[in-house]
């Protein structure tokens, strides 16, 4: 998506709750092409063929709020959808010092045949929001697959949660919260697991969208073309992730 499309895929939720906290500033970065050189080996976007440095476009992004708007470099975060979500793992795994919590919805770790991506084995707060009847980045793990074209293969959920949480070496009983069903006609109920790490004070979160699709579940937005799949309509995606945020300050 384009930054002006991803403003109307979350609802202008991330806006407003910028407007109401008063001291947050929401970015929008664009990749080249509407996409970001990820860790998969395996994709046909042009960012991969062109080995575009998308790690040091965000480090001059932080570093140019920094300069013009004095922003608290150690309070910064990274969420992506998709795509983004793979951007969001890259940026996790090579440059975790640059951000405070990162959160990936619709999206999972690429197997080790389709990684790239330089380990620096750092443990990080994330938030992985998956939808188990996601039918592009399937939740169990598999081949990515868009209009017909393949983007290489990705581990489950379950995995892509045991690297972060091994990584971080959480606790290994989560903390469980079942969202309230609001909306019985979406087909669709939501779970959040909060797995903690006390040695390296690091949350590492699963919100698992039960029957939910590739998209972002939020109360005001719920045109996704039917090829992404269900739409949960119980939670205010945008609003879980950023209250996820504000907690690691």
Not at 20 to 25: A, C, Q, R, T, W
Not at 57 to 81: L, P, Q, R, T
Not at 137 to 150: A, R
């Amino acid at each position: 998506m384009t930054a002006p499309q991803m403003v109307i895929a979350t609802g202008h939720q991330f806006n407003y709750l910028a407007d109401e906290d008063k001291n947050v500033i929401i970015v929008y970065p664009q990749g080249y092409k509407k996409a970001w050189n990820t860790c998969r080996v395996e994709t046909a976007g042009e960012t991969k063929q062109l080995k575009l440095d998308d790690i040091g476009f965000f480090e001059k992004i932080i570093d140019f709020f920094s300069a013009k708007y004095n922003i608290d470099k150690s309070n910064v975060f990274a969420m992506g959808v998709s795509n983004g979500a793979q951007m969001c793992y890259k940026l996790a795994k090579e440059k975790p010092q640059l951000f405070k919590g990162f959160a990936a919805v619709s999206g999972s770790l690429p197997v080790e045949t389709n990684n790239d991506c330089f380990e620096t084995n750092q443990p990080v707060s994330i938030m992985v929001m998956n939808g188990t009847a996601d039918p592009i980045n399937p939740y169990n793990g598999g081949e990515i697959k868009l209009d017909g074209v393949s983007h290489g293969s990705v581990i489950s959920t379950e995995q892509t949660m045991h690297y972060w949480i091994n990584l971080a070496k959480c606790d290994s009983i989560p903390k469980e919260f079942d969202f309230p069903d609001i909306d019985k006609s979406d087909n669709s109920t939501a779970v959040e697991y909060t797995y903690t790490s006390r040695a390296a004070n690091k949350e590492v979160v699963l919100v698992k969208i039960i029957n939910g699709g590739h998209n972002l579940p939020n109360p005001t937005f719920f045109l996704w073309p039917k090829m992404v799949g269900n739409v949960n309509k119980d939670i205010n995606a945008p609003k879980v992730i950023f209250d996820y945020f504000m907690s690691l300050k």
